[in-house]
Antibody
Framework: QITLKESGPTLVKPTQTLTLTCTFSGFSLSTSAVGVGWIRQPPGEALEWLALIFWDDDKRYSPSLKNRLTITKDTSKNQVVLTMTNMDPVDSATYYC???????????????WGQGTLVTVSS | QSVLTQPPSVSGAPGQRVTISCSGSRSNIGAGYDVHWYQQLPGTAPKLLISGNNNRPSGVPDRFSGSKSGTSTSLAITGLQAEDEADYYCQSYDTSLSGWVFGGGTKLTVL
């Protein structure tokens, strides 16, 4: 079955760069149409899509955060890495990675999610 | 401000039927992109509830159903149960943003 798990620091200081790793199993990121996305959720707030990487290394970013985000994949390790630069306290949130189900490079749904990792930004 | 608009809260008594609306625009729902619904129980990750407007993944009770009309969609829950108390999110794709978008979430309270 498909599983995903996020890992990374729980606390980062303002202006630092956050690096999160999503380690998954049950699917391959070298299979056509497969994608892995990152979504975050500040405490008590709504879900916000951040970035997504496709099997063919096509990368998509939220327009509002595009300048701060980088998403990469390591197919051999079954991992997807998200980096976010210049962290601010407003970036404190639970960060989720998720498997995207869909037949094209647009649309689709997130059918499997990791448990999430809470990141706090504070000095 | 979320791209998809949901009511902040809805409530209903056990056994009742409730609906949660999700309104979009011509660049997302109105452009023909499917809407998907997630259930988030307290302290847990979102779980896919309805995909492709009205498809239930295995294990999701048929008390949950989705519908779509124009630039709006709705999630209906019949035979409300205490365990349905959760936050519900709609999600689609937006062609103007070239990305995936979520609603602001709706908190369902079972009275």
């Amino acid at each position: 079955q498909i599983t995903l798990k996020e890992s990374g620091p729980t606390l980062v200081k303002p202006t630092q760069t956050l690096t999160l790793t999503c380690t998954f199993s049950g699917f391959s990121l070298s299979t056509s149409a497969v994608g892995v996305g990152w979504i975050r959720q500040p405490p008590g707030e709504a879900l916000e899509w951040l970035a997504l990487i496709f099997w063919d290394d096509d990368k998509r970013y939220s327009p509002s955060l595009k300048n701060r985000l980088t998403i990469t994949k390591d197919t051999s390790k079954n991992q997807v890495v998200l980096t976010m630069t210049n962290m601010d306290p407003v970036d404190s949130a639970t960060y989720y990675c998720a498997h995207r189900l869909g037949g094209s490079s647009s649309g689709g749904t997130f059918d499997y999610w990791g448990q999430g990792t809470l990141v706090t930004v504070s000095s | 401000q979320s791209v998809l608009t949901q009511p902040p809260s809805v409530s209903g008594a056990p056994g009742q039927r409730v609906t949660i609306s999700c309104s979009g625009s011509r660049s997302n729902i109105g452009a023909g992109y499917d809407v998907h619904w997630y259930q988030q129980l307290p302290g847990t990750a979102p779980k896919l509830l309805i995909s492709g407007n009205n498809n239930r993944p295995s294990g999701v009770p048929d008390r949950f159903s989705g519908s779509k009309s124009g630039t709006s969609t709705s999630l209906a829950i019949t035979g409300l149960q205490a365990e349905d108390e959760a936050d519900y999110y709609c999600q689609s794709y937006d062609t103007s943003l070239s990305g995936w978008v979520f609603g602001g979430g709706t908190k369902l309270t079972v009275l």
